[in-house]
């Protein structure tokens, strides 16, 4: 099974917190495999994500403070691919198909400052998801459901605690017991 990763780059504590919180969020619910936050360690971000494991499962690989720079040199040694979210790169619509269609584990690379030259080059995909400025949570949840083919939107964690009850009103949601957790492990397609 391809692995993706997602790669944050430029995030800036004193003000990115939330957004990069919700790029975490967006990479664990919207099926990728880890989340990389370069250059900084910032504990908000993670315990954020990890209390939302807690109750509702899943298990992203997380690492902080890494070098943007070797990792991505890094990832390519191990022969994976590199996605770079750009409005200034490939209309999704053009390469999608392709990128789904490589057996090679993903690295997703979006930024929050300017993203230097150097993750336009080694990309081997530089992607827009549209050609107009918008959100990297946008952009990696719409990369995602595209590469996906919105099967992602049915993910389920077998470590959950708690699920939904989807209700059409109101907010209604159930506790899983022992019993049940054992169960889902068995039964649950989580990708
Ligand atoms: N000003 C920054 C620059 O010039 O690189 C970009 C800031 S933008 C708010 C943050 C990130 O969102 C970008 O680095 C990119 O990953 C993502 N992004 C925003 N709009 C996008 C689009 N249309 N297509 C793909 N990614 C996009």
Redesign the pocket.
């Known amino acids: 099974m391809v692995k993706i990763y997602v790669l944050r780059?430029?995030h800036r504590p004193s003000r990115d917190k939330r957004i990069t919180t919700h790029v975490a969020l967006v990479a664990r619910a919207f099926g990728a495999h880890g989340f990389i936050l370069s250059n900084v360690n910032d504990d908000t971000v993670v315990n954020s994500l990890k209390k939302v494991e807690e109750r509702w499962g899943g298990s992203l690989h997380v690492e902080t403070g890494v070098n943007p720079y070797s990792y991505v040199k890094n990832w390519k040694r191990n022969h994976g691919v590199v996605v770079?979210?750009?409005?200034y790169?490939i209309h999704i619509d053009e390469i999608i198909d392709e990128i789904r269609n490589t057996d090679r584990d993903i690295l997703v690379?979006?930024?929050?400052?300017?993203?230097p030259r150097f993750f336009y080059e080694e990309a081997d995909y530089n992607?827009?998801?549209?050609?107009?400025?918008?959100?990297?949570v946008?952009?990696l949840a719409i990369?995602l459901d595209r590469y996906y083919r919105g099967r992602e939107l049915h993910l389920s964690f077998p470590n959950a605690k708690i699920i939904i009850e989807p209700s059409p009103k109101g907010k209604k949601v159930r506790v899983i017991g022992e019993k049940e957790k054992k169960e889902r492990r068995t039964k649950i397609q989580t990708r």
Do not use: C, D, N, R
């Open positions: 780059y430029g770079h979210l750009t409005m790169g690379i979006v930024g929050a400052e300017k993203v992607v827009a998801i549209g050609h107009q400025p918008h959100s990297e946008a952009a990369f």
